[in-house]
């Protein structure tokens, strides 16, 4: 396969909503299989269904797929050759195709107003208990006369494709087929998957509006681009045995199908907004590095074949395989995105950490939007602290706001734990004495002061450690307690101990 450079694929998102980890996961996939054997990716628009799309969408798609570094290989000449393919642009071609299928006997004219439809299917449902068995194919009989009638009368039809009304569709799955449907389970001997064509309806191809629908236009693309396999998500399963049929109308050889197995929640319920975010711009926005996700994005239904999990992109493309793919759903886990976000984020140097942090600080409004040389430098320092502890970029102004402010924000849970107890006051005036002879001021004499007295005060040095900590940072929990001291000075940890100070007394006047 490594050589096999004729690959074709594609992912062909819908641009009717923010692009979703399940769809990202599916183009990470084709892209993935392309990039491994030398063969191309194509992203490909389907806007069709002029009700749900819009151009924001469309925006969002391509900014997403940027962001991850998933590049498309080709598009039409109009756009350069960086694409992407557009559906809506291409109707022309989806019209011919559904006219020449009018020709073969494949389709017809269906005349059939919305009204009917919904009285149909409301029948179909009462008679058969819930379950409407679809289109009664009325308008697959009309005679010559009758069809001259309804054109005169001016209803604007659809087109519909002509199933074969007994016999079995097949397909080959590369990846479900594995465990199929008809009966012969062994892996990589039967491959198939079966469909009785009785159990298919008359599905429409071409709408009224002159738009087509998915099917006709997935089918004439997929084969107009010569795509070679055609990776998608399990839930278009359904849809394939329709297009197998378009295929044969066609006189087309089809790609092989595989379907990608379900991304389920913690729950093992579909993934959905009650999960948490589901667009890949959200999990950007809230600081998730591009390539943690796609890593993370690349073991949802697929494995190496060896224990490994933190791969870079050379080695996931290396690695890939249509073999690797699973069957069972996978779990979207946050922990382990949080998790693997956390080692990306430690793996940066401090000048790219910086770089990615930044934005993070001048939105919270914690520094100003162009950080000179030497500010960018103090605020390198203040991160490299925040860098150890921190799973997503949106932690950041939290876990550093007390650098940024002329005064910390004493948390009141904080203060009320360490800075009313009796010894604390004076403790803390003590420090600062020592603060103030400690020269240089940095870590290791911040914690020779902190433990010398700890020890002048036969008390354990947490004892100190605490309190200090709230003195400067105003919370309990944080970067490293010496390295902070070191990184905020001398002067500021002066000042923050004597208004630590006059806290603890004024909350022991209090108490
Ligand atoms: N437009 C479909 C989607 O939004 C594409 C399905 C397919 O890959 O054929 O996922």
Redesign the pocket.
């Known amino acids: 396969m490594a050589s096999d450079n004729t690959v074709r694929v594609?992912?062909?998102?819908?641009p009717?909503g923010l692009l979703h980890v399940g769809?990202t996961r599916?183009a990470i996939f084709n892209w993935l299989l392309a990039r491994h054997c030398g063969g191309r990716f194509i992203l490909?628009i389907?806007d069709t269904d002029q009700t749900r799309c819009r151009p924001e969408y469309q925006q969002n798609i391509l900014e997403a797929l940027r962001w991850l570094g998933l590049d498309w290989d080709e598009g039409p000449e109009a756009d350069g050759p960086h694409g992407p393919y557009v559906q809506s642009q291409r109707v022309q071609l989806y019209r011919e195709h559904a006219r020449s299928l009018l020709e073969s006997g494949h389709a017809y004219y269906c005349y059939c107003s919305p009204e009917r439809l919904a009285d149909m299917r409301r029948r179909q449902e009462q008679e058969q208990r819930g379950e409407a068995l679809g289109y009664d194919r009325l308008c697959r009989h009309l005679s010559a006369e009758e069809r001259a009638q309804k054109e005169a009368e001016g209803i604007a039809p659809t087109i519909r494709f002509a199933v074969p009304l007994s016999g079995t569709t097949d397909f080959r799955d590369i990846i479900v087929g594995r465990m199929m449907v008809d009966g012969t389970t062994v892996e990589g001997v039967a491959r198939h998957t079966s469909f009785e064509n009785a159990s298919l309806d008359d599905f429409v191809i071409l709408k009224s509006d002159g738009f087509p629908t998915?099917h006709l236009a997935?089918v004439v693309d997929?084969h107009l681009m010569a795509m070679t396999h055609?990776?998608?998500?399990q839930?278009?399963i359904s849809?394939t045995p329709r297009?197998v049929l378009l295929y044969a109308a066609f006189g087309w050889e089809p790609p092989a199908f595989g379907h990608l197995p379900m991304v389920l929640g913690t729950d093992r319920a579909k993934l959905s907004k009650r999960h948490g975010a589901t667009a890949v711009t959200a999990y950007r926005d809230q600081g998730y590095l591009p390539h943690a996700m796609f890593n993370f994005l690349a073991l949802l239904g697929w494995a190496p074949g060896d224990d490994r999990e933190v791969m870079t992109r050379d080695e996931l493309i290396e690695a890939f395989s249509i073999d690797g793919i699973g069957k069972a759903p996978s779990i979207f886990d946050i922990t382990k995105l949080d998790w693997m976000n956390g080692h990306y984020i430690r793996s940066c140097d401090r000048e790219r950490f910086t770089e990615l942090a930044l934005p993070y600080l001048i939105e919270a409004g914690l520094v100003g939007a162009d950080p000179g040389c030497a500010e960018r430098d103090q605020i390198g320092r203040v991160l490299a602290l925040a860098q150890e502890r921190v799973k997503v970029l949106s932690e950041l102004p939290r876990l550093t706001e007390f650098f940024f402010r002329a005064e910390p924000k004493y948390d009141p849970a904080a203060v009320k734990k360490w800075l009313t107890k009796d010894y604390v006051p004076s403790a803390l005036t003590d420090l600062a004495t020592r603060f103030e002879a400690a020269q240089p001021f940095d870590a290791a004499n911040t914690e020779r002061a902190v433990r010398g007295l700890a020890d002048q005060l036969e008390m354990k040095p947490a004892a100190l450690i605490h309190p200090t900590r709230v003195a400067v940072t105003g919370r309990t929990t944080g970067p490293g307690l010496f390295e902070t001291l070191e990184v905020l000075g001398k002067e500021r940890c002066l000042k923050r101990l004597r208004k630590a100070v006059a806290l603890a007394a004024e909350s022991q006047n209090i108490e």
Do not use: F, I
Request: charged letters at 30%; glycine letters at 0%.
């Open positions: 594609r992912v062909a998102p819908s009717t769809v599916t490909r389907e998915y997935s997929d055609v990776l998608r998500a839930e278009w849809s297009h």
